[in-house]
């Protein structure tokens, strides 16, 4: 698989005001199914990939009602200029037409999906003009085919307990499986092997839930966790560049102070925040699922966690964010992606190491890993700590 392409200055890059139009994944497999249920004029959207239009659209995929699409010079800047060639200027292979997956896997066409500045089309403008001769009749079927894609989904908070229920794979629609990352969640199933992993989850109802998008079946397709933020930090304020980061924080009202020395092992500026809350990294069976969580997110005024960044009101940062949990005896833990450096004194889960004591929670079997400076005295420490708790689980 070829790979995506890292760079943000793309220089040379003239005005574009029409495009080669293609399709990211949703919106293939979307289409390849419609075809396998007789629908001819989804094959022949199909086979329009490729085609020169009058507006610069491309990339597209399904967005609820509408199709998302990115413009040319976007996926230039993130793309090799040399599969941007192939794809946007060299005659097309009428034997073997381009693809978007013949260049980037599921992962990079999600994060093409997922850019902030993809725009929204109506579905039936963009066929028009790749199928001029289609009848409106067909037009009409073949939106509204579509369109059931995205429809008949269920996005809700749970949590205690019930977050337990969606790491099982009995919960989860089996067919959809085969997309996305859900399936490749490593905390699958785990709690089979480790009744205990899942603790700092269920015993802090107020501080985690887990929001899951579910199918007309009442299957799982998608899940994220949501953290209620206690605390955000930043280091010195003299260290801090200007724009986008100052937007960032100028967004939130804050009122910073310096942090006590006894607290955390770093300079700080700290403050706490109300009714504010962080989306985790979602796990998906199809690529539109990840984005209708995170519009669903943003809805609630929600942080969402991106790639390594956090946005908020669109606007992204590496802000140091702190989560306060019970403090109970956790016999284990499950593998964080974001908050997973537990301070055990105070009780504190952080994305970044602000302090030498505690643990790294990114282990597969329930495990963790002492962050002292001194290793023995970090798991000393660590293990005395929890023994006063081992009662309360």
Known sequence: MKRLKRFDNFIGLESIDESRVYFLNDLNRKLQELVFDGNEWAGKLLQAQGTDIDSDTTFLNLDGENFSFSREADIRRLSDPIYAQELFNDPIDEIQPPRVFHYFSDLQQNNFGNLSNRGSVKMGRVIKKLLPQISDKDLEKLVNDLRSETSGYEIKLVKGLDIIKYYKRETCDEKSLQYGTLNSSCMMDKVTENKNIF????????????????????????????????????????????????????????NWELVDQNNYDNDLFTTKVKELYL???????????????????????????????????????????????NKVGYRQFPYLDTFKYYDVQSGKLTNFKISNRGFELQQLQGGYTPTGTKLEKGIDKATNYIRRFKDLV
């Open 279 to 325: 989306m985790d990294r979602v796990y998906y069976t199809k690529d539109w699922m990840e984005n209708s969580l995170h519009k669903w997110a943003m809805s609630k005024r929600m942080m969402i966690k991106w790639r390594d960044q956090i946005s908020y009101n669109g606007v992204t940062n590496r802000p140091i964010l702190t989560v306060s949990v």
């Open 199 to 254: 603790d700092i989850y269920t015993k802090n109802p107020e501080t985690c839930q887990l929001a899951v998008m579910l199918n007309g079946e009442g299957k799982l397709v998608a899940r994220a966790l949501v953290w209620k933020i206690d605390e955000i930090s930043r280091y010195d304020q003299s260290l801090v560049t200007k724009g986008d980061e100052d937007r960032f924080y100028s967004s939130l009202n804050l």
